[in-house]
């Protein structure tokens, strides 16, 4: 997904199977409107995008993903709004492109040392491609059930349907040696020197808000904290509008500089 003009925003979506650039940021994109230049890839082994041969899915494959596509864009300075999985990857880009990514919004991150695989994000991965799956998945994201109705639930089933093949490669068991391939290293966190705005839900079953983002604040050199009470791992989902304006009031003060 990619439209309007202004600064550009690459949106990197999480890891749950099913999941697109369009799917993740679709909504958000349409309340940002055209005066952002906003970029939403398929990150590799998610909608159209394969895994290339003989490379093996991880931070330094998305990240250097990531970093071509916006090279081929011929865009060389831009943010980085990740979400879950996402967040890692931006925080990783930032890390290593310090004059391309301006600022960066993380989301429910993944990335932080020693954080743990969660028993929600083990049974995410591991959601089989049917509407149940879909339904257990769906009520693991968010905290406020009623989003759980039968059209999402139809709807992640057919996405998750849709990219079964390409997905089933990604995070096989023992799954904590992916959460350990998405985490960061102090180094690396320490090279990030784009400001950080990081964004949880206070019931995030994920990445919960003590071990996904509190242990980021001592680490990165200009960052802020945002927890939205009630919400679950999808902010964007859970509280649509109170989102858009803390992402579009944090990026636009790039435009004052």
């Not at 954080?115 to 994000?121: C, D, F, Q, R, V």
């Amino acid at each position: 997904m990619e439209g309007g003009t202004g600064p550009a925003v690459l949106m990197l979506h999480g890891s749950g199977p099913g999941t697109t650039g369009t799917g993740a940021w679709a909504p958000t994109a349409e309340a940002l409107g055209t005066s952002w230049h906003l970029v939403a890839p398929d990150q590799a082994g998610f909608g159209g995008t394969p895994v290339p041969t003989g490379s093996r899915s991880g931070l330094r494959l998305w990240s250097e993903q990531a970093a071509g596509l916006m090279d081929a864009l011929g865009i060389d300075r831009y943010a980085v709004v990740g979400h879950s999985m996402g967040g890692a990857v931006a925080l990783a880009l930032a890390a290593v492109r310090p004059q391309q990514v301006t600022r960066v919004v993380a989301v429910s991150t993944m990335g932080a040392p020693g954080a743990p695989l969660s028993a929600g994000l083990d049974a995410i991965w591991a959601a089989p491609a049917t509407a149940l799956g879909a339904r257990d998945m769906l009520s693991r994201l968010v905290h406020d059930q009623a989003l759980v109705t039968d059209s999402a639930v139809d709807a992640r089933a057919a996405a998750m349907r849709a990219g079964a093949t390409a997905y089933a490669s990604l995070f096989p068991p023992p799954r904590a040696r992916w959460v350990d391939e998405l985490t960061l290293s102090t180094q690396a966190l320490a090279a990030v020197r784009a400001p950080v705005l990081l964004v949880h839900g206070a019931e995030d079953r994920i990445t919960p808000l003590e071990t996904a983002a509190r242990p980021l604040l001592g680490h990165l050199a200009d960052v802020r904290l945002h927890v939205f009470g009630g919400c679950g791992h999808v902010p964007a989902i859970e509280q649509p509008h109170e989102f858009r304006d803390l992402l579009s009031g944090f990026l636009r003060q790039d435009r004052r500089h």
